[in-house]
């Protein structure tokens, strides 16, 4: 095992898959891995988005590889597998489960197809698709699994129970499949993000006083960008996190601490 932190964390010649990877956290993350020298399958429901950043990262160490499929449907890990494995090959090293939605409202309001689709795709297709991929992460014999879950995993906020349920979820089958994939040389962590400047949350930031409340109650007086979650989400898909699993890696500026 190499003590060069540098070689450790290269991430040339390592295959792997980034899901909700059109925009936001799931769209830097890319950037960063491929920058870095991965071959990455991007998976989203628009192919536009998925060619723009194909064409953006020509040029990167890496390559980009798009997947067009809608992981909050139960039909489409039936050949995730297969599909992934036409375009890069049957071995992958890593993988981030991105893809999410931002459901937001008081309890009452949520219908029964509501909870459906949001813990569909926050939790069952992160389930589902490290399912998919297994048999190609265990023949990389050091892969690792990066699930995307949320501080609301941890703390309170009016109107995000559906989503806490399911970031909540998101970390503990992080847990669970840390410990249940470990002699597969399979690392699984998740990573929680804090207030996060995102498409999805735009319209929540766009008002000055909410803003300037949310940064007064962050130690680092901040709001995180895109950036601060690919570093993290990158460094655990490297070689230089390789006895690091089980963990949720808090990203949010002190916000849990304070």
């Known amino acids: 095992m190499t003590s060069d932190f540098a070689a450790a964390a290269d991430m040339a010649g390592k295959i792997g898959v980034v899901t909700g990877a059109s925009r936001g ?4 993350t890319t950037e960063v891995l491929v920058r870095g020298g991965a071959t990455v399958v991007v998976v989203a429901r628009t192919g536009s988005d998925l060619d723009a950043l194909k064409d953006e990262l020509a040029d990167a160490r890496g390559a980009v590889a798009p997947l067009i ?11 995730l597998g297969a599909r992934v494995a036409a375009l890069v090959g049957d071995r992958l090293d890593f993988l981030v489960n991105n893809a999410g939605v931002l459901p937001a409202g008081p309890i009452e309001s949520y219908s ?18 490290s399912a998919a991929l297994l048999p190609a992460l265990r023949r990389s014999r050091s892969a690792s699994i990066v699930n995307v879950s949320s501080i609301h995993a941890l703390i309170g906020m009016p109107g995000r129970s559906v989503y806490a349920a399911g970031k909540g979820g998101v970390a503990a089958l992080s847990k669970q499949l840390a410990i249940e994939l470990a002699a597969d040389g399979v690392r699984v962590n998740a990573v929680l993000p804090g207030a996060i400047r995102t498409s999805m949350n735009e319209a929540i930031f766009a008002s000055d006083e909410f803003r300037a409340r949310v940064e007064s109650a962050i130690p680092l007086r901040r709001i995180g960008d895109p950036i601060d979650v690919a ?20 990203v949010d500026g002190g916000h849990t601490s304070a």
Do not use: P, Q
């Open 112 to 129: 029964a197809g509501d909870w459906d689709e949001a813990l569909g795709i926050n939790v069952r297709a992160v389930g589902m698709t």
């Open 231 to 250: 570093r993290a989400i990158y460094f655990l898909c490297s070689e230089a996190s390789s006895y690091v699993t089980g963990h949720a890696l808090v």
């Open 69 to 79: 499929t809608d992981i909050g449907s139960r039909d489409a890990f039936e050949d």
């Open 25 to 28: 956290i799931g769209r830097t």
